[in-house]
């Protein structure tokens, strides 16, 4: 039986322990006494997690890993919520806005990896259990004294503030409640918070930590806002057709269209716009599970209980991937061929659904929250008397989801690998003459639609006009169906500039001869010091990007902490930079090899 939900008696409390120091303090001082006194032997008398609910079918331990913050759970990002090209692996809990909360070790073990990066997970610690379990802890702005000394060795041994270091078990062990760092915002991530997994060790597959037994309060169901329908004409795939959204009429209970549902098709797709959010925060996070029904009977399912990263980018195949454009996360309602995530947990036709004339479908798609907080929405789909007969369409090539497939034209080549899409595609391909001096080739169209690439299709180039001196400077862009350009790793191949990309969009040549900008923030020329405890820098460059950053005192290599999402970079004064007068030099050198050199004499 799944164990009672938290009742108004528990948010009473808890909003009490949230707010009580600032009742007014004009009220009696020994008033003020009795209800801290109240509240503090209440909450202690009841069990901090009893209040949620939890699932008999999962097998993991209850009431055994700590809470990682001095903080009561609010999510800011549920586990396995679709994210970019992959699915959330842990819980984002919310630190109020703020870096620098102490950090907890949630069991006994080891830290078994340190990773320090200025992408994704940023400064992160990995601690191994003897209950076969590994805690994660990411966007950390600092590590404790002893690991922070053992990382400050590692960047200097091997000269890069970025590492990636491993460890046996007897090297770093950790004790239930030791403090092992400090929340922060590192890496890419959009916000303070703390980003917390837990994963099975063997394997390293992330579960859903409130499986575990901790506690978000919760009493709102999932928001249920459309749905979409792709109704699939004979011999054609699920990416001929466009597909149509359709708005939702709330009830008491569930959610309704006004109409029957009149496709023009008898096999269709069915998609559901839903997010969810927590009694206390505002974020539209994931859902926990989603379960379709056809006349009654049982038809799709799926629950995000856990993840497997070999797995992530089935992420573009598990949601609508033509409504990232409109940053709506619609939950597809089946499987695509091409679609081999593992989460699905009962099938019928792989979730679509075929009507035949005169008979009415009758749908209902069920949405719940990990606290077992559901939405329903309930359609009838009815197929019109005359279905519409597809146009044929002579302009594009036909791309099998699971064959190896060239498309090669005069200038332009792509192969796409078997595996590349999740159903077939009818590709769309245009050559556009260019007519800007900074492009050294014509601008070659591949495919006109939205459709998601799950392995890198590689793409060839013939340049035109492109002066030798700069063979070594070319550059393969791609700018994508939202016109954002980006620089490819690019290399030649057969006389043609070739790179390896995981999007449609259109495929130009430029040159990369600028080197990267290094500009200083916080120099004061007059006194020639730098202002505060440490030298900020931005850097930039215009193309290819940043490949490698350096920075030294006198000639000795220091730790320069590179944040990518602002593109800063920081020295932080310490042992090498004893006081007196000095001299910087910082070498920043991007993708294509162009060097930029900044040197300032300076006193400390």
Same mark, same amino acid.
Request: glycine share 6%; charged share 20%; net charge neutral.
């Given at each position: ?5 938290p009742?108004?008696?528990?948010v009473?409390?808890l909003?009490?322990k949230?707010s009580?120091?600032?009742?007014p303090?004009y ?6 006494i009795?209800? @801290?006194?109240?509240?503090?032997v ?6 901090s ?31 396995g ?15 109020? %806005?703020?870096?620098?909360?102490k ?5 006994d ?23 076969g ?8 702005s600092t ?35 030791d403090?092992?760092g ?15 997994e ?8 992330? $579960? ?10 919760d ?9 979409? @329908? ?10 001929d ?29 069915i %998609?559901?716009?839903?997010y969810?959010?927590?009694t206390?925060?505002?974020n539209?996070?994931g ?5 379709m029904?056809?006349?009654d009977?049982?038809?799709?399912k799926?629950?995000m ?19 990232i ?17 593992d989460?699905?947990e ?5 979730g679509? $659904?075929?009507?035949?004339p005169n ?14 907080n559901?939405?329903e ?7 019109k ?14 791309i ?6 060239n ?7 792509a ?19 260019n ?13 006109n ?6 392995k890198?299709?590689?793409i060839?180039?013939?340049?035109i ?18 016109r954002v350009?980006?620089?490819?790793t ?14 449609v ?14 500009n200083?923030?916080n ?8 202002r505060?405890?440490?030298?900020r ?6 193309l ?16 320069f902490?590179?944040?990518a999402?602002?593109n800063?970079?920081?020295?932080n004064?310490d042992e ?23 040197? $300032?004499?300076?006193?400390?």
């Open positions: 039986m799944l164990t009672p939900k009742d108004i008696f528990y009473l409390i909003k009490a949230q009580v120091k600032s009742y303090i009220l009696p001082a020994a008033f003020r009795f209800l @801290v006194a109240f509240i503090c209440v909450c202690s008398a009841i069990p997690r009893s209040f949620g609910q939890t699932y008999p079918e999962y097998p993991y331990p209850q009431e055994v890993f700590g809470n990682p913050l001095g903080l009561d759970w609010k999510l800011s990002g549920t586990f919520e679709p994210r970019g090209n992959h699915f959330h692996a842990g819980t984002d809990i919310k630190t109020n %806005g703020a870096v620098g909360y950090l907890y070790a949630v069991q073990g080891y830290v078994a990896r340190i990773k320090v990066s200025p992408y994704g997970y940023g400064n992160a610690l990995y601690i191994a259990h003897p209950n379990y590994t805690s994660v802890y990411g966007h950390m590590f404790n004294a002893q690991i922070d000394s053992i990382v400050r060795h590692h960047q200097y041994a091997s000269e890069s503030f970025e590492q990636d270091i491993y460890f046996d078990a007897d090297k770093i062990k950790v004790k239930k409640g403090v092992i400090l929340s922060g915002n590192s890496g890419g991530s959009a916000g303070p918070h703390l980003h917390f837990l994963r099975e060790s063997n394997v390293q597959h992330p $579960i859903n930590p409130l499986l575990f037994g901790y506690v978000v309060l009493n709102k169901p999932p928001n249920i806002s459309g749905i979409k @329908v792709v109704s699939i004409p004979d011999g054609k795939s699920y990416y057709v466009e597909g149509s959204r359709l708005e939702l009429l709330k009830g008491e209970n569930n959610y309704y269209l006004k109409d029957t549902l009149w496709v023009d098709q008898g096999k269709i797709a %998609g559901v716009h839903s969810d959010q927590q206390l925060t505002t539209k996070n859902v926990f599970r989603i379960e029904f056809v006349n009977e049982s038809y799709f799926w629950t209980d856990k993840t497997d990263f070999d797995q992530s980018r089935y992420v573009n195949a598990f949601r609508d991937f033509c409504e454009k409109s940053q709506r996360t619609i939950y597809n309602c089946f499987r695509l061929p091409g679609n081999y995530l989460v699905y009962h099938l019928v036709n792989d679509f $659904i075929q009507i035949r008979d009415v479908a009758k749908v209902n798609i069920k949405v719940y929250d990990y606290h077992q559901k939405s929405v309930e359609l009838y789909v009815k197929l008397n005359e279905p519409i007969e597809p146009k044929e369409d002579t302009t594009t090539t036909f099998a989801y699971n064959k190896n497939q498309l090669k034209r005069d200038g332009f080549a192969y796409f690998p078997q595996g590349t899409f999740y159903d077939d595609v009818n590709m769309f391909y245009e050559e556009q003459l007519n800007s001096s900074t492009i050294y080739s014509n601008i070659h169209q591949l495919h639609q939205f459709v998601p690439l799950h890198s299709a590689v060839q180039v013939t340049p006009g492109l002066p030798q001196k700069y063979k070594d400077k070319v550059v393969l862009v791609h700018k994508d169906l939202k350009e980006q620089a490819l690019t290399f030649w191949k057969d006389d043609m500039v070739t790179a390896r990309c995981k999007e969009g259109w495929f130009y040549v430029k040159i990369d001869s600028l080197p990267p900008a290094i200083v923030l120099f004061t020329s007059g006194t020639k010091t730098f505060g405890d440490q030298i820098l931005k850097i930039s460059d215009n290819s990007g940043i490949a490698d950053y350096n920075g030294y005192i006198d000639g000795q290599w220091v730790v902490e590179y944040d999402k602002r800063a970079l920081t020295y004064f090498f930079c004893p006081k007196g007068k000095h001299k910087l030099k910082v070498i920043v050198t991007d993708d294509v090899g162009n060097e930029a050199v900044k040197e $300032i004499e300076f006193i400390h």
